[in-house]
Structure formats: structure tokens, C-alpha cells
């Protein structure tokens, strides 16, 4: 079961206020990603966490906070959000970072609307 | 710095018909793997096709079949008996062994448009 789960599915929140994305996955995979994406436009990785441990933070501004509590799952904490964050955020998962046929399984993504 | 280029911004299929979506690569290392992913406007990606650079055969996956021509840096993505289902936004990627984190580059993505 190749299953990611993200919730919520649709989140509006404004410039003030803190909401967090979660996502999970049952698939005993030990790297985790968070993903933006802007309307037509590919993904963009923003964070990659290896056993648990941050491995990868690709320069995203401190409004956005991961956190991976335990290996299944995966939460974006977000603060002060400007409306230019607004995008599709989508979860990743895959066995192992860092061996070039690990694949990553997406799950549905958040969509994310900042007033 | 690793490529790739998905020239097809959009295409039409006639159901039921093969349609070929192009993806060429750029990189200078010899070990890398290629992806190919589908997005419905639902949001999902969801995983279809996996070719390593030193497979030997393309990869195929049920109606998904990868067309690999590795002097070319070229990795076409087949899919036979189109449905209507297939309309999507597809997107190929690359990702090579020294890549940190497993990070993956992404084309930029065909939109297909299946007619019955």
C-alpha cells in the first residue's frame, strides 16, 4: 500500500494566524518531504527529513516550521504567512534518502489559501 | 547543475489512441534515476514509471512504457489505449546519486487532454 495521507485538504487562514499540515504515512518509509507548489508550475522541495533528523532545508523562510515527531509522521507549522505562500503543499515519502532508484510516493496535498 | 525539459506544454489525445510525452535530461554524472509522475487537478502525484541509467531494458508499467535513448538524454514517456482517465498533467524527474536528500528535478510538465 503505497498510501499518504495529508489533512487538511483545504486550509484558509490569514496573515495572523498559526495553523499547522500534517501528514502521515504507514508505509515504513524513513525520508519525508515537504513540497510547494504554485499553479502550473512543477514542485519545489522545501525540507527533507532523513530518520527523523532534518537533512535538507532548501532556504525556506522561517514562517514555515517542520517538525517530524516519530518516523510516520511529518508536520508543517505555519506562521505569519504571507499571501504569496498561498500554493499546493505536498507531503513526500520514500524508504531511504539518498539512493538514486528510491522512489517518493506523494500524498493528495493541502491547498493553501492565505488572506 | 542537473536539467530537464519537458517541451510539450499541452497535448490532445483521441481516446484510445498512444500518445509519446517528451522529456530530455542534462546531467554530467553516469548514475541517475528517472521518473515519471501524474497529477490530476485533484492535486495528487502519483508515482507511474522508474528507469535507472544502467537498466538495460525500458521500463514499462501496464499501459506506461518509457522510451529510454540514454546517448540521447532522453527519457519519452509512452502511454498506449489513452483513457479519459489519463487526462493530467504529467511531469518527468531526475534524480542522481550525489543528489542530497534524494532532491529531485522536475520538468515542467505536459498537460494532457484526452477526447472522447
Known amino acids: 500500500d503505497t498510501e499518504v495521507t495529508q489533512t487538511p485538504k483545504h486550509l484558509v487562514m490569514g496573515m495572523t494566524n498559526k495553523k499547522s499540515l500534517k501528514c502521515e504515512q504507514h508505509m515504513g518509509h524513513r525520508a519525508m518531504y515537504w513540497y510547494k507548489q504554485k499553479a502550473k508550475k512543477p514542485p519545489e522541495l522545501m525540507f527533507v527529513?532523513?530518520?527523523?533528523?532534518?537533512?535538507i532545508n532548501e532556504s525556506v523562510p522561517s514562517r514555515f516550521s517542520p517538525e517530524c515527531p516519530n518516523s510516520s509522521l511529518l508536520n508543517l507549522h505555519l506562521h505569519a504567512l504571507q499571501p504569496e505562500d498561498s500554493a499546493l503543499y505536498l507531503c513526500a515519502s520514500s524508504q531511504v534518502a539518498g539512493v538514486s532508484t528510491d522512489t517518493q510516493y506523494f500524498g493528495p496535498g493541502t491547498r493553501l489559501t492565505v488572506l | 547543475a542537473q536539467k530537464i525539459t519537458q517541451t510539450q506544454p499541452g497535448m490532445f489525445v483521441q481516446e484510445k489512441e498512444a500518445v509519446t510525452l517528451d522529456c530530455t535530461y542534462d546531467?554530467?554524472?553516469?548514475?541517475?534515476?528517472l521518473f515519471w509522475y501524474k497529477q490530476p487537478s485533484s492535486g495528487e502525484m502519483i508515482f507511474l514509471i522508474y528507469q535507472g541509467s544502467y537498466d538495460e531494458q525500458n521500463a514499462t508499467e501496464g499501459r506506461y512504457s518509457l522510451n529510454f535513448q540514454k546517448a540521447r538524454k532522453s527519457a519519452n514517456l509512452v502511454i498506449s489505449a489513452s483513457q479519459l482517465g489519463d487526462s493530467a498533467m504529467y511531469f518527468c524527474a531526475m534524480r542522481d546519486i550525489k543528489a542530497a536528500g534524494n532532491k529531485l528535478t522536475f520538468g515542467g510538465g505536459t498537460r494532457v487532454l484526452v477526447k472522447p
Open positions: 527529513y532523513s530518520y527523523e533528523k532534518l537533512s
Open positions: 546531467t554530467s554524472d553516469q548514475s541517475y534515476g
